[in-house]
């Protein structure tokens, strides 16, 4: 399994590191437009393998896209990430153009590749790589609600003071401040709701917390998180690399699922050898569906910006 992370920076790394601490992929190639930059943290990398006891070759590349030839996975996490009082959608300028160029360079090499994108706005980022690259919608992914879905279990596991392995919980919808949806009615502590434990108070709390997970990691460090994005991203490969067939919440082009198409938005997904393997509809109430149709006419507003911008 050969895995091409696009971006050595704050995400790309991380996402590099716990790829290669799970030991799943043979080869991780790191490619950087900055001079030296994805070599050295390849080097930096590959120095703790003896510490970390993993046999995954890391390498890195300045933008030479023959090293990522044969990829089976690649990683988009390249472009700028916000700072403090900034939306992700402001970053679609800067950030749709180098999305356009990774992915139209990334399938000239590997033409069987499966992509999974995280640049931001990513939802739109997302939609801009189905529209550059015309690929089956099975293998262009993009990664959000994995991230917002382990944040909405820490904050849960906060007000429950519980583990965090002892919740589950889904986060659907855009990738945004205002258009996630913390499905909190079917949150569980070990199959029981956590509604059985935590008040409508407490509960509104989880949810608001959860939606600005991101911009709260944001004015706390400067700039945005990369632990956690890094984490779910390679949560991600790994069950493409293994064909676990795990269920994440996935921006996927959607074609009627959920009454929606022609967007990339959050909705349970199956993830394995193929990629996405099937999106899951299940049952949402009155509430949650309007929520899903206001978050999803957001998404709609930004992806006009690409025509705006004569991008696609
Ligand atoms: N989807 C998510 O859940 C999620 C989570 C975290 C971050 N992000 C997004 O991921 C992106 C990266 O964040 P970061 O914190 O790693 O930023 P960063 O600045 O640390 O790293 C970005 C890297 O991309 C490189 N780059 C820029 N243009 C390039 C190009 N054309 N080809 C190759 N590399 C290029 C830069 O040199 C830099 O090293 C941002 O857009 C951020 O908003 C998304
Ligand atoms: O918040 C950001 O801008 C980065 C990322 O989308 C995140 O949720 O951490």
Redesign the pocket.
């Known amino acids: 399994m050969k895995v091409t992370v ?9 996402c590099a590191e716990y790829i290669a601490i799970k030991d799943f992929a043979s080869e991780v190639v790191l ?4 001079e030296g ?2 070599e050295g943290k390849a080097m930096d990398l590959m120095q703790t393998a003896s510490l970390n006891s993993f046999d995954t070759k890391i390498t890195g590349t300045t ?1 030479d896209y023959s090293k990522t030839a044969g990829s089976d996975v690649a990683v988009i ?6 700072k403090p009082g900034m939306t ?1 959608e402001e ?1 679609i300028s800067t ?1 749709a ?2 999305v356009k ?2 992915a139209e ?1 990334l399938i000239k090499h590997s033409p069987e590749v499966i992509i999974i ?6 939802d739109t ?1 997302t939609y801009l790589a189905h529209k550059a690259l015309g690929l089956p919608k099975h293998r262009i992914i ?3 609600g ?3 879905s382990a944040r909405f279990k820490y904050r849960l596991s906060e007000a429950l003071d519980c583990p965090a392995s002892d919740v589950d919980g889904m986060v659907i919808g855009g ?1 945004s401040d205002t258009g996630m949806i913390p499905l909190t009615r079917l949150a569980t502590r070990n199959s029981v709701p956590v509604s059985k434990f935590l008040s409508e108070d407490k509960l509104n709390y989880v949810l608001e917390e959860t939606k600005v997970g ?1 911009a709260t990691l944001t004015k706390l460090l400067g ?4 632990y ?3 984490a ?2 390679s949560a991600m490969v790994q069950a493409i690399a293994c064909d676990t067939k795990k269920m994440f919440p996935c921006s996927c082009m959607l074609e009627g699922e959920y009454g929606l198409n022609d967007i990339c938005i959050g909705v349970p997904t199956i993830i394995g050898a193929k990629g996405v393997e099937e999106i899951v509809e299940i049952e949402l109430d009155g509430a949650e569906k309007a929520k899903l149709e206001e978050s999803a006419a957001a998404v709609s507003k930004t992806n006009g910006v690409l025509t705006e911008m004569n991008i696609i």
């Open positions: 696009v971006g050595a920076g704050a995400v790309g790394a991380s490619i950087d437009i900055k930059f994805a933008n996490t390249s472009g700028i990430p916000r992700r970053l950030n153009g180098i160029s990774v360079n994108v995280v640049s931001n706005p990513m980022m993009g990664m959000g994995a991230l917002d990738h991101g700039t945005s998180a990369w956690a994005p890094g779910a991203v």
